[in-house]
């Protein structure tokens, strides 16, 4: 491969990367499905797979133990920003109690 195929190839992995945190930024809270990511063209299924997997391992974000139908009817996990933990926490408890 060449050195402007890898360039081109990391540009666009860093690109996505980007756009799934911008995504889950703006999601606050609530975060997004791999799934909800895909719908909204932010980024392919299979791309966010491995990207998310990369982000979980740098702690930027996490799985909030919460899951959605995906449309398919399917459970998928639901990921938030780390700074917005707390507050997905603090949603699931009042979901749950209230």
Known sequence: ??????????WLDGSR????VEFLEHS???GATLDELDRARVCPIQSA???VLQLRRSGRFIHTG???LTRLGRP???FVLRKFAKLAKKDKEAKTNG
């Open 17 to 20: 990367w980007r756009n799934i």
């Open 66 to 68: 919460e899951t959605r």
């Open 28 to 30: 606050g809270p609530n």
């Open 49 to 51: 797979c491995g990207l």
């Open 76 to 78: 998928a996990r639901v």
């Open 1 to 10: 491969m060449s050195d402007d195929l890898r360039q081109r190839d990391l």
